[in-house]
């Protein structure tokens, strides 16, 4: 039987991720039309995925938003508004470029009702840590 090390899995783990951001470089930059769909499903589908997406993406920020603040983890923390960060300052700059207004509209709104919570748990935490800092000698 093979063994694999904490650290073999987090190499496996962070290079598949690594490949979900590439491809979502290439769509953001491509379109999928680069895909070999017919164009008639092309629009459907996109629309499909898109719903999909934002279920594993709601999924993934309760769970690990849930866990994070349980935890007083300023670390989970950060990476979550990181990560939506670079999720609504993208989509907005490509809801602006393709004149999509509603869209930048709701990515800010998106953005601020989840920055919220997290910016005000992450100052929290760093309150709590300064608090119990040990005086230096």
Not at 20 to 48: H, N
Not at 60 to 83: E, P, Q, S
């Amino acid at each position: 039987m093979v063994t694999i090390s904490p650290k073999q899995l987090l190499i496996w783990f962070s290079a598949v991720s690594t490949i979900l951001v590439l491809f979502g470089i290439v769509y953001v930059f491509f379109g999928l039309a680069i895909l070999p769909v017919d164009r008639g499903t092309l629009s459907p589908w996109e629309g499909s995925i898109y719903g999909a997406l934002m279920m594993g993406w709601g999924t993934t920020l309760l769970c690990v938003g849930r866990l994070a603040f349980r935890r007083n983890d300023l670390a989970l923390m950060k990476a979550l508004l990181y990560g939506l960060i670079v999720w609504l300052v993208v989509e907005a700059a490509i809801s602006l470029y393709f004149r999509v207004w509603f869209n930048v509209g709701v990515d800010l709104a998106v953005l601020a009702l989840f920055s919220v919570p997290l910016l005000k748990g992450i100052q929290l935490i760093k309150k709590q840590s300064l608090l119990f800092e040990k005086p230096h000698d």
